[in-house]
């Protein structure tokens, strides 16, 4: 209530001399008294250790809702990758059964050597670093160099 004063009780503290005559000389500069200022100094003390406690809670609280909404965003792209994997192997695939419907078992032998060849050259690709990339597929003439040693 702003007309109660509050309530207080008296405590006895111990400082070195140097401290008190620092504390002394500080309460001179403010126009205050040493109780005044050390009373202060305590209050600001308490309040900034709450203020260290109430951080700790945002920041609790924050990282966990980010990671709520990362979660959920990395169980969507898992999701993707999945789907993307299924239909990279599905075409991989695909492109063997027509190759061999193409050719025949006669060719069987070198298509064998060839699907082994091409995974390598996918395990390659896989193995860039995300800069790299761009590089890689710009290079035409590596490209064609590769395919033609298959």
């Known amino acids: 209530m702003p007309g109660k004063e509050k309530r207080t ?30 009373r202060g100094f305590v209050e600001k003390g308490l309040s900034v250790d709450g203020y260290k406690e109430d951080i700790d809670l945002i920041a609790t609280v924050v990282r966990q809702e980010v990671k709520g909404q990362l979660d959920t965003q990395i169980d969507r ?4 990758l999945m789907k993307t994997g299924k239909i990279s192997a599905g075409l991989y695939y695909l492109v063997l059964k027509l190759l061999l419907r193409q050719f025949g078992a006669t060719k ?19 193995q860039l670093r ?21």
């Open 9 to 38: 009780q008296k405590r006895s503290v111990t400082f070195s001399v140097d401290t008190l005559e620092q504390l002394d000389k500080l309460a001179i500069r403010k126009r205050t008294t040493t109780a005044e200022l050390v």
């Open 77 to 80: 792209l898992a999701k993707m």
């Open 108 to 126: 069987s032998q070198s298509l064998k050597e060839l699907a082994t060849e091409t995974r390598k050259m996918g395990v390659k690709y896989m």
């Open 130 to 150: 995300d800069y790299q990339i761009n590089d890689y597929l710009e290079d035409d003439d590596m490209i064609f160099s590769e395919i033609d040693k298959l």
